[in-house]
């Protein structure tokens, strides 16, 4: 198919502004279609979910609804998917329920490849009831997190493994489904952070391997709140700590509190969009979520290869995103320049290429770049070539100045 970048674009009331988003790892701009469905939710009767009064069944609704779309999204169960403030906030949740499993001579493995979001709560899980963390290394030259690199720390004392899907720093895309083989192998579970993969390639779940895969509404072009997929049978082994009066239903169990029903609106409305993609597709939503990703693949990689031509005539940069398999992510630092003062620059020249680590911490050390981290030049469904070439004029300006 043709990607219709221009109608997609017209998507999108923010970039009227004008800017140039490099900024999509970061969370993407909100097409109106996503716009209206939580402004339409919000117009309606809206109470807590039950069958009888009006906004009972309209919050039923939106929840229920929600569910089937992001099942679709992850080729999960929609009894599996499970709600929560964000990727952050369901992770260490899910962290301190699995850690009351665990104790002294328990081992647990996290990346120096991840996001601090799936580092942090296990290591902190793992402090607490006096279990062992193991790291596994990626190789900073290459950027290559490899399945040899979690054989290595992985034991009979494994409980778990935490990996990222891709780097959201540096793109990496590791063999997770090697990995998660790998740990089921040694009688582990698999935890998986999908927040940045999920923006560019749909997923699968099954055949993923994740038992755990989290991910956040807002990077593929929906509204702030987080959402993991696991199997329902794995789910209901699971005792989170929870209010007595709340259903211990699955995967109510999980969602503490009232759900955000207007983010929820938004989400269906977001992968309806993305299912749109390619207005030639056909079939069920799944279907046509397949067609899109394959065309937004397709566009994707195309702005990226105009990306690498374009830094590969500029001196005095380097590129530290070198991983064979990766999301159209790029990470820059500049020979005696700071990346702060790129970032800068480009924004007063209308190109949002935001600095920092973006909480990636560990990685940012492992590459050598301390907590500073480089200018990450990242791409969503709406970036087009013109964006591209705007990026690459105020990187040669910002050099040769």
């Keep these: 198919m043709t990607y219709d970048?221009?109608?997609?674009?017209?998507?999108?009331?923010?970039?009227?502004?004008?800017?140039?988003?490099?900024d999509g790892p970061g969370g993407t701009q909100t097409p109106q279609?996503?716009?209206?469905?939580?402004?339409?939710?919000?117009?309606?009767?809206?109470?807590?979910?039950g069958r009888i009064a009006p906004g009972e069944r309209n919050a039923d609704a939106i929840v229920t609804g929600a569910r089937r779309a992001m099942a679709d999204l992850l080729g999960a169960d929609p009894s599996g998917i499970v709600f929560g403030r964000s990727a952050t906030q369901l992770t260490y949740d899910f962290s301190r329920t699995l850690a009351k499993t665990w104790g002294p001579g328990d081992e647990v493995v996290v990346t120096r490849l991840d996001?601090?979001?799936n580092i942090r709560p296990w290591v902190?899980?793992?402090?607490?009831?006096?279990?062992?963390?193991?790291?596994?290394?990626?190789?900073?030259?290459?950027g290559e997190l490899t399945a040899d690199d979690i054989r290595a720390v992985l034991s009979e004392r494994t409980r778990?493994?935490?990996?990222?899907?891709?780097?959201?720093?540096?793109?990496?895309?590791?063999?997770?489904?090697?990995?998660?083989?790998?740990?089921?192998?040694?009688g582990t579970l698999c935890y998986v952070d999908g927040v940045h993969h999920a923006a560019h390639t749909l997923v699968d779940l099954e055949r993923l391997g994740a038992?755990?895969?989290?991910?956040?509404?807002?990077?593929?072009?929906?509204?702030?709140?987080?959402?993991?997929?696991?199997?329902?049978?794995?789910?209901?082994?699971?005792?989170?700590?929870?209010?007595?009066?709340?259903?211990?239903?699955?995967?109510?169990?999980f969602e503490l509190g009232t759900l955000p029903y207007e983010f929820l609106a938004g989400t269906t409305a977001a992968v309806d969009f993305l299912a749109g993609l390619d207005p030639s597709a056909t079939g069920t939503r799944r279907e046509r979520l397949t067609a899109a990703f394959t065309a937004l693949e397709g566009h994707e990689d195309g702005l990226r290869t105009q990306i690498d031509k374009g830094l590969a005539a500029l001196d005095g940069l380097t590129i530290h995103s070198r991983a064979a398999d990766r999301t159209p992510t790029l990470l820059l630092t500049f020979e005696g320049r700071s990346t702060t003062e790129a970032?800068?620059?480009?924004?007063?020249?209308?190109?949002?290429?935001?600095?920092?680590?973006?909480?990636?911490?560990?990685?940012?050390?492992?590459?050598?770049?301390?907590?500073?981290?480089?200018?990450?030049?990242?791409?969503?469904?709406?970036n087009d070539a013109e964006d591209v070439d705007r990026l690459l004029a105020g990187l040669s300006e910002f050099l040769t100045r």
């Design 33 to 49: 279609p996503v716009i209206r469905a939580i402004a339409d939710a919000m117009s309606q009767p809206l109470s807590n979910r």
């Design 5 to 22: 970048i221009t109608a997609i674009r017209s998507q999108f009331p923010a970039l009227a502004a004008g800017t140039a988003h490099f």
């Design 343 to 382: 970032y800068a620059f480009l924004a007063e020249r209308g190109v949002h290429a935001p600095a920092g680590s973006f909480y990636a911490l560990e990685a940012s050390r492992h590459l050598g770049l301390g907590d500073t981290g480089g200018l990450r030049v990242g791409l969503a469904p709406y």
């Design 160 to 186: 778990l493994v935490a990996v990222t899907a891709a780097s959201n720093l540096i793109g990496t895309r590791p063999a997770v489904a090697e990995i998660a083989r790998l740990a089921h192998e040694a």
């Design 115 to 117: 996001h601090d979001a």
């Design 211 to 253: 038992d755990f895969f989290v991910c956040s509404a807002y990077k593929f072009l929906g509204p702030h709140h987080g959402v993991l997929a696991a199997r329902p049978e794995l789910l209901e082994t699971l005792r989170p700590d929870k209010l007595l009066p709340s259903t211990d239903a699955v995967p109510e169990r």
């Design 124 to 142: 902190q899980a793992a402090e607490q009831v006096g279990a062992t963390v193991r790291w596994a290394d990626f190789d900073p030259a290459t």
